[in-house]
């Protein structure tokens, strides 16, 4: 009798620990999924970014301050990367993914900061 409650109570914390280890391990995935998803959008090469600005024709329709101003609608990077492929259509700069990403790079280490 004492060897089957002793079997039945090492069953039990044998199980809460493994719910434990599963619940862990999720956490860690998806909190490694999010580190990752945002290092990602905010990679890029910021020194070609400036030469792809420079070289368009980003400034004709608006000057920097655009990018400076405290009701400016680029609120994060995510918005930032977004407003580059609009405007990159807008211009029809045919700019590749990895462009877009070196542009977002310049314009957020350049003004954003976020």
Do not use: P
Request: a positive charge; aromatic letters at 8%.
């Amino acid at each position: 009798m004492k060897f089957s409650k002793l079997l039945v109570t090492k069953i039990k914390i044998s199980m809460k620990t493994m719910f434990m280890t599963k619940i862990q391990l999720t956490l860690g995935l998806v909190l490694s999924g999010l580190l990752i998803s945002s290092t990602a959008i905010a990679s890029g090469n910021a020194a070609n970014g400036k030469t792809l600005f420079t070289g368009s024709k980003c400034g004709t329709c608006h000057g920097t301050e655009v990018y400076t101003s405290k009701d400016r609608k680029v609120k994060s990077l995510k918005d930032l990367e977004a407003a580059v492929r609009l405007n990159d259509s807008k211009l029809n700069t045919n700019w590749f993914d990895e462009d877009v990403k070196d542009v977002t790079a310049y314009l957020n280490q350049q003004y954003y900061k976020f």
